[in-house]
Structure formats: C-alpha cells, structure tokens
C-alpha cells in the first residue's frame, strides 16, 4: 500500500518559516518524481515545487522561486519543502504527490499526472 504522509504544517506570522515534510511508503519505483502542490479555499490546486528522484533535478513555480526549497533525503524516502519568507498568500492546505513518470519537466506542476497523494497538512500565514 503506497502511503505519503505530509507533517509540518501551522501558523505562523508573515516573513516566519515553516519545513514540510513528506514520508513516502509503498511505492515500487526506485525512480520517482515528488511534488508539493497547495489549495486556497476556492481556487485550484497548484504545483509548488517537485523533486525528481531520477536525476534529481528540482521544480519551482515562480510564486515561491527563491523562498522556498525542496530536498530529499533518499535514505528516509522523505521529500522535504523548507518555505521561508512567508506571506499571507501562501496560506493554503499543502499536498504532496507522487508520480512514477521519469521525465517531469514539462509536466511536474499538473495534479493529474500523480498517481498518489497525501491527506494535506494546513499552512496558515498571518499578517
């Protein structure tokens, strides 16, 4: 059974900084992409950053491009987000998601190309 399990969400003030966290459990592919995505009440999903386990290159939308960064640690087949610099539009419910796709590049950012996801942990900035 493949379980991702998301920690580290919260609230904190505006310029503060959180670390997100994602167990992933279960799944076959020694090659594997993780992306963060988050969802404000009313809009759509988003993709947020991805790592890729297969060359471990790294994805950002420009929204949080030089505030938040995405590691892994493959021994504990944990995807981390460290988010820095927070703002009040962060605020959202964050998901990550994994997907046995090699090659991301082009479609990292889109939900539907994920196979499995977490439950969400909530991050809420205030101002």
């Known amino acids: 059974e493949v379980q991702l399990v998301e920690s580290g969400g919260g609230l904190v003030q505006a310029g503060g900084s959180l670390r997100l966290s994602c167990a992933v459990s279960?799944?076959?592919?020694?090659?594997?992409?993780v992306g963060w995505f988050r969802q404000a009440p009313g809009k759509e999903r988003e993709g947020v950053s991805c790592?890729?386990?297969?060359?471990?290159?790294?994805y950002y939308a420009h929204s949080v491009k030089d505030r938040f960064t995405i590691s892994s640690d493959n021994a504990k087949n944990t995807v981390y987000l460290e988010m820095n610099s927070l703002k009040p539009e962060d605020t959202a419910v964050y998901y990550c998601?994994?997907?046995?796709?090699?090659?991301?590049?082009?479609?990292?950012?889109?939900?539907?190309?994920?196979?499995?996801w977490g439950q969400g942990t909530q991050v809420t900035v205030s101002s």
């Open positions: 279960g799944f076959t592919f020694d090659n594997y992409a």
């Open positions: 790592f890729s386990r297969n060359d471990y290159s790294t």
């Open positions: 998601a994994v997907t046995s796709l090699v090659k991301v590049d082009e479609v990292w950012s889109s939900p539907n190309w994920y196979e499995y």
